[in-house]
């Protein structure tokens, strides 16, 4: 019941900010596409509004809530700083007890599957995108401890990733840790309205973390790295974990942040003509934009301007599942923008981004990390 109170309290506060000026109805995605005011971030605010001051909701509203994608580009477009991403985590959770059976079913066997450890790798691997084709790389001096997340669904579907990862990192001097079987970041729970089951997840990490003495945790997926910086703000002020939150956060990296001050020129990389898709974890939640991109310059690829590079392109964690027709239309836009005949291979940063664009294009898809060969 505190916890239902507080969460009211922070959604009070951050409606409050909003001015209804309607500056980020262009910049949503949904918006755009479907054209109706209730399926933009203010309409949203004003559903989640009634809801709290009224107790007035309706499936109707639910319907709204849940077509929002979470790709937070309303919070970089909002001249007045509403945190509409905490916004409409409150707001699901206050609808959440009027879902339908069938609704929370669905939702809940989601989350428990993919964040299964035993289940998801044995089916997960049937539908792997890409295997280790590379040796593992042995690291030759210690530095700094670094974790390396592994993530969910990345080790099964995509284990290139990380191990494409770890041996950069080796060949630039650096001993990074992986659990195979590792934390999960709690995202997947937390955007599906089963706040307990993450926040049991995200203490254990944090206290994990601080006892193991971590210095940095890098992320190779946008949206496991935005959650693990957005900790503290799942806790009050007054609350223990609020500041062990706030120091796990500041220790964490997109792999991006990490290298983007390294001498990347060393290592080979191949001469394809390339595109780069930024996640909107990465470009909105963790506000990092440009910053591949400015990897990839220095490397010497040229990257076009990608228009509409800010819209997301329709994963967004379990949303691909949950709404799959807006999802596909999303997507289509995307790659009209992303793709063409002159590019060789398309580039991001999150391994959702990643399979979701790769079922709607032949052009490979991969982790910007991979390109090191
Ligand atoms: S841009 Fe910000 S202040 Fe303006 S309507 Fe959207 S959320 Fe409200
Ligand atoms: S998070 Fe994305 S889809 Fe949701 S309201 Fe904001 S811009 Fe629109």
Not at 186 to 208: F, W, Y
Request: proline share 5%; aromatic share 6%.
């Amino acid at each position: 019941m505190q916890t239902v109170n507080i969460e009211n309290q922070k959604a009070e506060s951050i409606i409050r900010k909003c001015v209804h000026c309607g500056f980020c109805l262009a910049t949503c995605p949904t918006y755009n596409l479907l054209g109706n005011e209730l399926d933009s971030p203010r309409g949203r605010i004003y559903l989640i509004k009634s809801a709290l001051e009224k107790n007035e909701f309706t499936q109707n509203t639910i319907h709204h809530l849940d077509k929002c994608l979470t790709c937070r580009s309303c919070e970089t477009t909002c001249p007045s700083g509403v945190e509409y991403g905490e916004l409409i985590d409150i707001g699901r959770n206050l609808v959440e007890s009027k879902r339908s059976v069938f609704l929370k079913f669905k939702r809940d066997f989601l989350r428990w599957f993919l964040t299964n450890r035993k289940l998801f790798p044995l089916f997960g691997r049937l539908f792997r995108h890409s295997s280790i084709k590379t040796p593992k790389l042995s690291p030759n001096k210690k530095s700094q401890k670094i974790l390396l997340l592994s993530g969910c669904v990345q080790p099964t579907l995509a284990p290139n990733i990380n191990h494409s990862v770890k041996n950069v990192l080796i060949k630039l001097g650096y001993n990074p840790i992986e659990r195979i079987n590792g934390e999960c970041c709690g995202a997947l729970d937390q955007h599906l309205s089963a706040n307990e089951t993450a926040l049991v997840k995200i203490k254990r990490n944090i206290d994990n973390w601080l006892i193991e003495g971590i210095d940095t945790i890098i992320s190779t997926a946008s949206g496991c790295g935005v959650m693990v910086k957005d900790y503290p703000k799942l806790f009050d002020k007054n609350d223990p974990y609020y500041s062990k939150a706030e120091e796990i956060s500041n220790k964490t990296k997109d792999i991006a942040e990490f290298l983007v001050n390294e001498d990347l020129s060393q290592l080979s990389t191949p001469k394809v003509k390339l595109n780069y898709h930024a996640p909107c974890t990465l470009q909105h939640g963790q506000q990092l934009p440009g910053i591949v991109e400015s990897i990839l310059t220095k490397l010497g690829y040229e990257l076009p301007d990608v228009p509409d590079a800010h819209m997301c392109c329709g994963s967004a964690g379990t949303y691909s599942t949950l709404q799959p027709k807006i999802s596909k239309q999303l997507r289509n836009e995307k790659l009209k923008n992303l793709d063409d005949d002159q590019f060789e291979l398309i580039l991001t940063s999150n391994i959702g981004c990643l399979l979701h664009l790769q079922n709607g294009t032949k052009t490979p898809v991969k982790h910007w990390i991979e390109i090191f060969e």
